[in-house]
């Protein structure tokens, strides 16, 4: 039977010679979640979101490196706009408005309600302004079809990846239950 959530995360880039997300849904066992790496570059994200009304997860939930991060960040929300900083491939966009007319934000229905994350955890209603935010926007546009979430990453210097395999699951356990 396929997991009903598909765990995305990106691949190297940056300072990250090896992107923590990466190694994190590395860790994930096939019967937690379909995972699923994504180079750090517009144009494979595009065709990841070609490609996202075909999925039949019930959750998606995206894992993104924030190297100033100190704790795994369950991001709210995503606003509607995207940097110059240019992808591993030196493609950059212009910045603005990721889709001109559309509401400045959008916020994920999979984390409303929740009280009480376990260790190591926090919550942002910012998800920056890079590929991580952009995906995320562009992904919670298919909340009728499959709920969508968000967690930015620390450094395994910051949090070890054991403590991070360790919450991740309690989140994925969470995410299963509700």
């Not at 066992?29 to 070609?50: K, N, W």
Request: aromatic share 10%.
């Amino acid at each position: 039977m396929k997991p009903s959530i598909l765990v995305t995360a990106f691949g190297p880039f940056g300072d990250f010679s090896q992107n923590p997300s990466a190694l994190l849904a590395a860790e994930l066992g096939e019967d937690e979640a379909e995972t699923t790496v994504l180079p750090v570059s517009y144009r494979s994200v595009e065709q990841f979101l070609s490609a996202a009304h075909h999925l039949t997860h019930e959750t998606v939930l995206m894992l993104g490196a924030h190297k100033n991060a100190a704790m795994l960040t369950v991001e709210r929300r995503a606003r509607n706009w995207v940097s110059d900083r240019p992808d591993v491939e030196g493609v950059a966009r212009d910045e603005g408005p990721i889709l001109e007319g559309r509401d400045p934000w959008r916020a994920s229905q999979l984390f409303e309600g929740w009280h009480g994350l376990p260790p190591y955890w926090t919550v942002s209603d910012d998800c920056g302004a890079y590929l991580c935010n952009y995906l995320y926007f562009r992904m919670l546009g298919f909340q009728r079809r499959f709920r969508v979430g968000f967690v930015h990453v620390p450094p395994v210097e910051v949090v070890p990846l054991e403590r991070q395999v360790t919450a991740l699951r309690r989140l994925l356990e969470k995410v299963g239950s509700s």
